[in-house]
Antibody
C-alpha cells in the first residue's frame, strides 16, 4: 500500500534552517510528483511547493520562494523540503503528499505531518 | 494568484442531513478543482478530483459538481465520521491554492 512517512518534529530558532524528509513506499517513486502543504496552528492549508520526481522540475509559492528547496533521492524514494531563514510565522505542520493526475493534479496520499516550531 | 472562497465558513448539521458547500474561484479554472476533508489532528484526505470524480474508496454519499468559477460539494446523508473541515483546491495554475475551509460541526 502507498505510504508517505515523514521525519519527526523539529524546534528551531529564528534564522535557522530545517529539512523535513518524506519517505515513499508502495509505488514507483519516479511516476508521481510530490507536493508540500503546510498548516499553521488553527489555520487552513497553504500550498508551498511541488517537484516532479522524474525531471526535478519545481514550482514554489511566492511566499517561500528563495527560502525553500525541494529535492529527491530516488535511490531511497525520499523527498526533502528545506526551509531557510526561519521566522515565527513558519511555525506549522508540514505535509508532503503524492501528486496524481496526468492532466488535473490532485493529492491522493499524504504523510502524517511534521510539526516545525520556530521559537527563540 | 487564484483566490478560492468557500461558503459557509462553518455549519452545524445532524446525522442524516444533506449538506452543500460551495467554492468560488476568482477566475475560471475549468474543472481543475479538488475537494478534501480533514479531521482534527489528521492529514487531509482527497474526496473528489476534477470537480466531480469520486476518489477511489470514498463513499458515494459524496458528490461534486461545477465548472468555470462555481463548484459545490454535497454530502447526501451526513455520517458521524463526516464531521470535519472541508477544503477546495484549484490545480489550474500554480500556485495551487486552497479555500479557507468549511468546518462541519454536529448540531
Amino acid at each position: 500500500q502507498v505510504q508517505l512517512v515523514q521525519s519527526g518534529a523539529e524546534v528551531k530558532k529564528p534564522g535557522a534552517s530545517v529539512k523535513v524528509s518524506c519517505k515513499a513506499s508502495g509505488y514507483t517513486f519516479t511516476n508521481n510528483g510530490i507536493t508540500w502543504v503546510r498548516q499553521a496552528p488553527g489555520q487552513g492549508l497553504e500550498w508551498m511547493a511541488w517537484i516532479s520526481v522524474s525531471s526535478g522540475r519545481t514550482h514554489y509559492a511566492q511566499k517561500v520562494q528563495g527560502r525553500v528547496t525541494m529535492t529527491t533521492d530516488t535511490s531511497t524514494s525520499t523527498a526533502y523540503m528545506e526551509l531557510r531563514s526561519l521566522r515565527s510565522d513558519d511555525t506549522a505542520v508540514y505535509y508532503c503528499a503524492r501528486e496524481v493526475g496526468a492532466h488535473i493534479a490532485s493529492f491522493d496520499y499524504w504523510g502524517q505531518g511534521t510539526l516545525v516550531t520556530v521559537s527563540s | 494568484d487564484i483566490q478560492m472562497t468557500q461558503s459557509p465558513s462553518s455549519l452545524s448539521a445532524s446525522v442524516g442531513d444533506r449538506i452543500t458547500i460551495t467554492c468560488r474561484a476568482s477566475q475560471s479554472i475549468s474543472n481543475y478543482l479538488n475537494w478534501y476533508h480533514q479531521r482534527p489532528g489528521k492529514a487531509p484526505k482527497l474526496l473528489i478530483y476534477a470537480a466531480s470524480s469520486l476518489q477511489s474508496g470514498v463513499p458515494s454519499r459524496f458528490s461534486g459538481s461545477g465548472s468555470g468559477t462555481d463548484f459545490t460539494l454535497t454530502i447526501s446523508s451526513l455520517q458521524p465520521e463526516d464531521f470535519a473541515t472541508y477544503y477546495c483546491q484549484q490545480s489550474y495554475i500554480t500556485p495551487w491554492t486552497f479555500g479557507q475551509g468549511t468546518k462541519v460541526e454536529i448540531k
